[in-house]
């Protein structure tokens, strides 16, 4: 009789998953959204919001659900990304409905429609569609390859969502809407996930071209014409979407995320500067000869002029944001105590960060801010120990779309650069943008959690075998 014995010694060392630091952190975000929404209460009415409980409710079921489906279906994923857009998304909750309390919105609503809906309610149900759609990412992506079969299709699904809304009427002066009865949807949010998945597929096979086939001019390698037909093609495409939808935000999206991909795919300097050149001629072209861009502009130039020489009063929002972070100081006047409902129906949206910098002032802004660029940190990281070139170059292209937008949104709030109609993730109103970020998370920790998971076992060899002991 022979009894063989496995004398294997040395095990898999198990890497941590970091689930319970998630956890953790989650009752955090959770905790201080919660108390956000009760210090606006105690401070604008003296007691706590009737509607506290149902709130605190849904936010720790959405984070409970998505922590769960985490633990569950992407176990190694980063453990910083789900409790950062919760705390953005919660506090972006707290500060609507701060807003949805004011007395002159309310008034104005009235006057205008006839009726007055408060905005919180509606946000809370598209942050719950939003972590739905981040779940549904989560169960049915097994794996972020899978995506770069779709290379060609996700180029024709993007331009048509990019293109659509050209049939339907401007809204605020931009065709960025698309409007079906009382459903209505901004697909360019959708457009910056889909496009991205477009770019990483055709840099895969396009990258070895891009970088080795150029030619040294002045310190700058210039890429072939043949090369170059892309860029070209694209900086046009973006060049009509600010044409026909004077949709400023999402043509510095699109192009600027393709730069910035081209950039990490290639490692060349020069794809940088033609893409600023090009960015630059394109809007200072633009800029000549459309009304909605010039008025964008010169209202960024003088936010004041509004109360002097121009009547348009194109430039009284900007003005009025601008006084805002005046009022709000280092330390802010606190929640629930500030006029930032002036600037009118884009308060809750476009503007809201103006609401954060005189409510909770610099300091609060810089946390708000904070939060944002950690996000972006996650996912260079993630992209950074993604294990295969489809994933290092997605997961850099969702990131740098996330940044641009909150780039170009806190730049035209504050004055940096000229305002461009898009909304901060997670924190304004707006059902597309809410849904769009929560599935661009999903995303992420898909490619984090195949990033940092542990490599399969080696198959037993025929050494193995040697080892093994057979006893009498």
Not at 166 to 183: D, E, L, Q, R, T
Not at 254 to 260: A, K, N
Not at 281 to 301: S, Y
Request: charged share 10%.
């Amino acid at each position: 009789m022979s009894v063989v014995t496995n004398t294997t010694t040395i095990g898999a060392i198990e890497a941590p998953s970091r689930r319970n630091t998630e956890l953790m952190l989650l009752v955090f975000a959770v905790a201080i959204s919660v108390f956000a929404y009760a210090n606006v209460g105690l401070a604008m009415n003296g007691s706590l919001p009737s509607g506290m409980l149902g709130y605190g409710t849904g936010l720790i079921l959405l984070a409970g659900v998505g922590h769960l489906v985490v633990r569950k279906f992407a176990a190694y994923a980063d453990p910083l990304l789900l409790p950062l857009a919760t705390l953005l998304n919660g506090l972006g909750l707290a500060f609507i409905w701060r807003l949805d309390q004011s007395p002159r919105l309310i008034q104005r609503a009235k006057y205008l429609f006839g009726a007055y809906s408060p905005d919180a309610p509606k946000q809370l149900l598209y942050s719950a569609l939003g972590v739905a759609l981040f779940v549904a990412v989560l169960v049915f992506l097994k794996d972020h390859r899978i995506l770069q079969r779709y290379t060609y299709i996700s180029m024709v699904v993007a331009l048509v969502l990019l293109i659509m809304p050209m049939f339907f009427p401007a809204v605020n002066g931009a065709k960025i809407w698309i409007k079906v009865g009382s459903f209505t949807i901004q697909p360019g949010e959708f457009a910056k996930i889909i496009i991205a998945i477009f770019f990483s597929g055709y840099l895969m096979v396009k990258r070895d071209a891009l970088a080795l086939a150029s030619r040294r001019f002045m310190g700058i390698y210039l890429p072939r014409g043949r090369d170059l037909g892309p860029i070209l093609v694209i900086w046009a495409l973006s060049i009509l979407i600010l044409v026909f939808e004077t949709d400023l935000g999402t043509s510095l999206l699109f192009f600027g995320l393709f730069v910035i991909m081209l950039y990490v795919a290639t490692e060349r300097t020069s794809w940088i500067v033609f893409g600023l050149l090009m960015s630059a001629a394109g809007a200072v072209g633009v800029a000549t000869f459309e009304p909605h861009v010039q008025d964008r502009v010169t209202a960024w130039l003088d936010p004041f002029a509004c109360y002097t020489t121009d009547k348009s009063g194109a430039c009284e929002q900007i003005a009025n944001a601008v006084m805002s972070f005046g009022a709000g100081g280092t330390l802010g006047t606190g929640l629930g105590q500030g006029n930032s409902d002036l600037i009118g129906f884009a308060a809750n949206a476009d503007f809201i960060l103006s609401t954060v910098g005189e409510e909770l002032g610099l300091a609060g802004m810089m946390a708000i801010l904070l939060m944002y660029g950690l996000i972006i940190e996650r996912g260079v990281r993630t992209a950074l120990a993604a294990r295969d070139p489809f994933g290092k170059l997605l997961a850099i292209g969702l990131s740098g779309a996330f940044a641009i937008q909150v780039f170009v949104v806190a730049g035209g709030v504050m004055g940096l650069i000229p305002l461009t109609g898009m909304t901060m993730p997670f924190m304004a109103y707006g059902g597309s943008s809410v849904l769009a970020n929560w599935a661009l998370i999903g995303i992420l920790i898909r490619i984090s959690d195949t990033a940092r998971r542990p490599a399969p076992s080696p198959a037993p060899s025929a050494d193995a075998e040697m080892t093994q002991v057979v006893r009498p």
